[in-house]
């Protein structure tokens, strides 16, 4: 996936930047964030059911780059899990 702006890995490159995930204290990058993190069970079972309803898995593939006509109702899903977990601000 790459360096992205989360805590976990930017906190490599800048001072002062708390690596671990406010809720868990795992280290907070997208995968944990994303799949993983359980203070966002409830929102991601939402998710989880949008992508389930055009046969793909949980996963990163499948949430950040899918296929066909899942394209528009997964982001959409996505979306709303980023704004229901109210961590917009940290991506």
């Known amino acids: 996936m790459g360096t992205t702006l989360l805590p976990g890995c930017a906190g490599k490159y ?3 930047v708390d690596p ?3 809720g868990c204290q795992e280290l907070l990058i997208a995968p ?3 799949l ?3 203070n966002h069970k409830a929102q991601r079972d939402h998710l989880e059911a949008a992508l389930h309803s ?3 898995v949980l ?3 499948n949430m950040l780059d899918p296929k066909g006509a899942a394209r528009g ?3 959409s899903a996505l979306a709303k899990y980023l704004l229901d977990c109210q ?3 940290k991506i």
């Open 73 to 75: 109702p997964v982001f």
């Open 54 to 56: 055009h046969q793909l």
């Open 32 to 34: 944990h964030m994303l």
């Open 87 to 89: 961590i917009t601000d």
């Open 20 to 22: 671990a995930c406010p």
């Open 14 to 16: 800048v001072l002062g």
């Open 59 to 61: 996963n990163l593939s």
């Open 36 to 38: 993983h993190c359980p």
